[in-house]
């Protein structure tokens, strides 16, 4: 209990306010206001607590996605692997003439269209894809990256492993591509080989 004149606490059985004198009678059985609102107060005063990041998913390419990006890939690459051996056969082609029959100089030429078309197509991925661009020239007109699992640029070697882990899964009767289709990340069979994702931006 308290005095209403002077705010002295007092004895439940105290007839007069020992500090002012005040008669019983106008005595408050009121708490301080402070007391009062200060408890009201103090959730709002307290920092809210920092909300855990929330994880986002990225989004992966799908396998109607990756096949345009090599649709694109197999026609450009096809066309710098021409152009890049057709003066090659037509400079060994003169250099041969003077030595060796039409047959020998078509089958020389051959060989060198074909070793030709692995280097382009070896290079084609392997370099872009271990690059800042992350990709090859396909996957970057359609916007698709190739990282590692944790979502960072891979290596040259990693891109190795997943240029060459495509033989395995051309092996499995093209099984290893069509995963692409069913994993919850969207890997073929040389994704999961060499710990590699495609995500779109």
Same mark, same amino acid.
């Not at 590699?196 to 931006?201: D, K």
């Given at each position: 209990m308290f005095c209403s004149s002077c705010g002295q606490s007092l004895n439940d059985t105290a007839n007069f306010c020992p500090a002012c004198g005040e008669a019983r009678a106008v005595l408050a059985e009121a708490a301080p206001i402070v007391s009062l609102v200060e408890p009201a107060l103090a959730p709002a005063l307290e920092p809210a607590p920092a909300s855990a990041p929330v994880a986002?998913?990225?989004?992966?390419?799908?396998f109607w996605w990756r096949v345009l990006a090599s649709l694109i890939d197999g026609i450009l690459s096809?066309?710098?692997s021409f152009l890049v051996a057709l003066p090659m056969g037509f400079i +060994?082609?003169?250099?041969?003439?003077?030595?060796?029959?039409?047959?020998?100089?078509?089958?020389?030429?051959?060989?060198?269209?074909a070793l030709v078309g692995m280097l382009v197509q070896w290079l084609w991925y392997t370099l872009p894809e271990s690059s800042s661009w992350q990709g090859s020239l396909g996957k970057k007109l359609l916007g698709i990256k190739v990282t590692d699992?944790?979502?960072q640029r891979i290596g040259f070697g990693r891109a190795n492993a997943r240029y060459w882990g495509k033989i395995?899964?051309? +092996?499995?009767?093209?099984?290893?591509?069509?995963?692409?289709?069913?994993?919850r990340r969207k890997q073929g069979l040389h994704d999961i080989i060499a710990g590699?994702?495609?995500?779109?931006?």
């Open positions: 986002v998913e990225p989004r992966y390419a799908g096809q066309i710098v +060994l082609g003169v250099a041969m003439a003077a030595v060796a029959d039409s047959d020998a100089i078509e089958a020389v030429g051959g060989l060198l269209g699992e944790q979502g395995v899964s051309t +092996l499995t009767l093209g099984i290893g591509f069509l995963m692409v289709a069913f994993t590699t994702l495609l995500v779109r931006a």
